[in-house]
């Protein structure tokens, strides 16, 4: 099995990182698995909209190797894993930047029938981290808003069937006991899904508030 882990936290580091380090842990109990890490911070990808691009999407001009270059790390990849903190309620800009070039017209949708392009036998797990609590976020209906914009306006929109959301939230509360426990659960959900066990539904994401 390929994974590339994508990060998009200017610290590294960062707890969504540690929790997609878990998850890949989990998968190596049971499955080989290389990974390629694709730290967006780190590496220095200009997640900004050019005019190469837009000639491009209009058919004016070539696709910017850069571009080309980050599709094929996909292409290479069985499971794409995207580890992030919520940032007000959505990605990181330079992860929503990489997504805006890199999910080309002809590539990721404009196609005849894009459940049968490149990323139509893809996997997708999103590992979020974020700062309010289980209430909050039912509250506000933050669970509905992530599938629509991201797993299913993205992902789902790009002929991806298999995507699957894991929220882990509260993760500033300062709870030593509940970190362990979200890294615990990121380890499990990894080797479950080596496992195929049941997960929840493609495009539905999955709560898991820290005091669980």
Do not use: C
């Not at 797993?151 to 970190?179: C, K, M, Q, W």
């Amino acid at each position: 099995m390929n994974i590339l882990l994508v990060t998009a936290d200017p610290e590294g580091q960062s707890f969504a990182r540690s929790l997609a380090d878990r998850y890949v842990a989990g998968i190596r109990e049971t499955k080989t698995a290389a990974v390629e890490l694709a730290d967006l911070a780190a590496e220095g990808f200009d997640p900004r909209m050019t005019r190469a691009d837009l000639a491009f999407y209009r058919g004016l001009g070539p696709l910017p190797q850069d571009v080309r270059r980050e599709q094929q790390r996909v292409e290479r990849a069985d499971l794409l894993l995207l580890a992030f903190p919520i940032y007000w309620w959505s990605l990181p800009a330079v992860a929503k930047g990489r997504i805006d070039r890199v999910f080309t017209k002809g590539w990721a949708f404009g196609s005849d029938d894009r459940f049968t392009g490149p990323l139509s036998a893809k996997r997708v797990r999103l590992i979020a981290t974020g700062a309010g609590n289980h209430r909050l976020y039912q509250k506000h209906g933050y669970e509905s808003a992530l599938t629509a914009q991201i797993a299913h306006g993205i992902f789902n929109f790009s002929g991806v069937t298999n995507v699957e959301s894991h929220l882990f939230l509260d993760v500033e509360s300062g709870d030593r006991a509940a970190r362990l426990r979200n890294l615990a659960t990121a380890h499990d959900l990894g080797r479950a899904y080596a496992e195929g066990q049941h997960q929840p539904s493609p495009g539905q994401p999955r709560l898991l508030p820290a005091t669980a």
